[in-house]
């Protein structure tokens, strides 16, 4: 986050991008259809709707979250969507992923980084920090507990409640 703000033009929005992708779990095509009517700054709560027949949900926003949305509302005031263009469009799926690959590469990390990355950190964050699997699989809007499994399967955490002697 901290390069993609410090890169090109639209620093804020990108950052803004990618902790809402991870702190979300949304996949790239969920996070540019973001609009501000999704958003209530006041209550800090982000009504998200799930692709492919995920179940739709309502997340808490916290305080990073709400200021950097904040900030992205003052800078980008015309459109109905979070994430916008220089034309006051929605950004495109293409789009997301550059920057995303971009700032991976600018922060020089050994490997080249995809949106869908930050969906699964979310998944892996959240099983290793001790969450219940239905609660990560209704976050994550899985259908199926399949989805979700994978992430409490290499938790290091799993099994130390187990014994308490």
Do not use: C
Not at 62 to 74: A, C, D, F, I, T
Not at 82 to 95: G, H
Not at 116 to 121: D, F, G, N, P, S
Request: charged share 25%; glycine share 8%; aromatic share 8%.
């Amino acid at each position: 986050m901290q390069t993609a703000k410090g890169e090109g033009r639209h620093g804020q929005r990108d950052a803004t991008l990618i902790l809402l992708m991870y702190r979300h779990g949304l996949r790239v095509s969920e996070a540019i259809a973001l609009r501000w009517d999704q958003v209530d700054l006041k209550q800090g709560v982000l009504h998200v709707n799930r692709l492919k027949q995920g179940t739709p949900s309502t997340h808490p926003l916290r305080g990073p979250e709400l200021r950097s949305l904040r900030q992205l509302k003052r800078e980008y005031t015309d459109s109905p969507y979070l994430f916008q263009t220089e034309r006051k469009e929605p950004m495109t799926d293409r789009t997301a992923r550059n920057i995303i690959a971009r700032a991976g590469a600018v922060a020089g990390l050994p490997f080249s980084v995809h949106p869908h990355m930050l969906r699964h950190a979310t998944g892996y964050y959240l099983a290793a920090s001790g969450q219940d699997t239905r609660a990560i699989q209704a976050y994550l809007g899985h259908k199926n507990i399949q989805h979700t499994v994978r992430y409490t399967e290499l938790s290091p955490g799993r099994f130390k409640e187990f014994w308490t002697d």
